[in-house]
T-cell receptor, first 110, second 118 residues
Framework: GDSVTQMEGPVTLSEEAFLTINCTYTATGYPSLFWYVQYPGEGLQLLLKATKADDKGSNKGFEATYRKETTSFHLEKGSVQVSDSAVYFCAEEGNTPLVFGKGTRLSVIA | GAVVSQHPSRVICKSGTSVKIECRSLDFQATTMFWYRQFPKQSLMLMATSNEGSKATYEQGVEKDKFLINHASLTLSTLTVTSAHPEDSSFYIC??????????????FGPGTRLTVT
C-alpha cells in the first residue's frame, strides 16, 4: 500500500535556525499532501497542504512544495521559534484515507 | 476552527474488561469518522473508517470483533476495545471529516485517549 517516509528525529535546533524536514510519498497519480503538527498535550492540527504538483502550501512561516518529479513534500521554515517545538507528521491522501509518516519531533531551544 | 472531542482522555482498565472511547464532532456533522492507533515514536495507524448508519470498514489486520465501532449519529462514533489485553495499551485518536467545507482532506483530529491495560 501507499506509504510516507519522513526523516527521523528528534531534531534539535536553536532559535532562528533554518528547518527542513524531508518527506517522500509512494502514492501514484496526484495525491493530496499535508503536514500536520501535534503540540505537546494537544491533538493533530493541519499545518498546510497542497493538492496538485508545484503547489506550495504555507502557514505560520512554514512552507512545503509539492514536487511530483521527486515525489516529495519537504517542510521548511526560515527561522524557527521555541513555540514551534512539536511533532510534525507528513501525510498523503490518494485513493485511500490519510496515510501518515512516522512523525518528526522538533525541539527548539532558546 | 472545528473541534473534535474524545472521552475519556485517559483510561486504565484490567485485562479482560472492555472499555469504550467516545469521539464527538462538536460543531459539524461528520458522516465519516476515522479511528487511529499511535504507538510510541511511531506514526498513526488507521484502524477503521466509521460511516454513519453503516458498518465500519476495518483496515487489514485489525480485528473487528475486538475493536467494535459504532457510528450511531452524525456527531458521535464510539470505539469499544473488548476483552482488553496489555498489548492493546496505546494512544487512540479519532478524526472526523467535515463534508461541509468542500476542501480535500479537511479532517479534524481529537486529542486522543491513552489506554493502559493492566
Amino acid at each position: 500500500g501507499d506509504s510516507v517516509t519522513q526523516m527521523e528525529g528528534p531534531v534539535t535546533l536553536s532559535e532562528e535556525a533554518f528547518l527542513t524536514i524531508n518527506c517522500t510519498y509512494t502514492a501514484t497519480g496526484y495525491p493530496s499532501l499535508f503536514w500536520y503538527v501535534q503540540y505537546p498535550g494537544e491533538g493533530l492540527q493541519l499545518l498546510l497542504k497542497a493538492t496538485k504538483a508545484d503547489d506550495k502550501g504555507s502557514n505560520k512561516g512554514f512552507e512545503a512544495t509539492y514536487r511530483k518529479e521527486t515525489t516529495s513534500f519537504h517542510l521548511e521554515k526560515g527561522s524557527v521559534q521555541v513555540s514551534d517545538s512539536a511533532v510534525y507528521f507528513c501525510a498523503e491522501e490518494g485513493n485511500t484515507p490519510l496515510v501518515f509518516g512516522k512523525g518528526t519531533r522538533l525541539s527548539v531551544i532558546a | 476552527g472545528a473541534v473534535v472531542s474524545q472521552h475519556p482522555s485517559r483510561v486504565i482498565c484490567k485485562s479482560g474488561t472492555s472499555v469504550k472511547i467516545e469521539c464527538r464532532s462538536l460543531d459539524f456533522q461528520a458522516t465519516t469518522m476515522f479511528w487511529y492507533r499511535q504507538f510510541p515514536k511511531q506514526s498513526l495507524m488507521l484502524m477503521a473508517t466509521s460511516n454513519e448508519g453503516s458498518k465500519a470498514t476495518y483496515e487489514q489486520g485489525v480485528e473487528k470483533d475486538k475493536f467494535l465501532i459504532n457510528h450511531a449519529s452524525l456527531t458521535l462514533s464510539t470505539l469499544t476495545v473488548t476483552s482488553a489485553h496489555p498489548e492493546d495499551s496505546s494512544f487512540y485518536i479519532c478524526s472526523a471529516r467535515d463534508p461541509g467545507t468542500g476542501l480535500v482532506g479537511k479532517q479534524y483530529f481529537g486529542p486522543g485517549t491513552r489506554l493502559t491495560v493492566t
